[in-house]
């Protein structure tokens, strides 16, 4: 079982930035990816940003050229760098890690953290 801690979302304007960190509790080995989803209110969760084990990633077009997702593999954490942010960033922002074994997919879910831009 693996558990995830946010942190890092908060209020902040148009145009700013904010960190988020997401912590794993145990270590993430294998084939596997750590990544950030939101969920605005009214729409469905979204992909923002993954990062694989292979240091493959992927990001949302939204998001492409403004957010950068990184990874601390020695500690477990993967960060999420949101810079020029815009009202419509505004969500709650869930970490994901995705393991991979046998053939199998698991998911572990953060609680989430909310992120608000205002205008």
């Known amino acids: 079982q693996v558990q995830l801690v946010e942190s ?21 080995s294998g084939f596997n990816a750590m990544g950030w989803y939101r969920q605005a209110p009214g729409k469905q969760r979204e992909l923002v940003a993954v990062r694989a084990s292979r240091d493959l990633t992927q990001y949302a077009d939204s998001v492409k050229g403004r957010f950068t997702i990184s990874r601390d593999n020695a500690k477990n954490i993967v960060y999420l760098q949101m810079n020029s942010l815009k009202p419509e960033d505004t969500a709650v922002y869930y970490c994901n890690v995705a393991l991979f074994r046998s053939g199998q997919k698991t998911d572990y879910w953060g609680q989430g953290t909310q992120v608000t831009v205002s205008s």
């Open 8 to 28: 890092g979302g908060g209020l902040v304007q148009a145009g700013g930035s904010l960190r988020l960190s997401c912590a794993a509790s145990a270590s993430i």
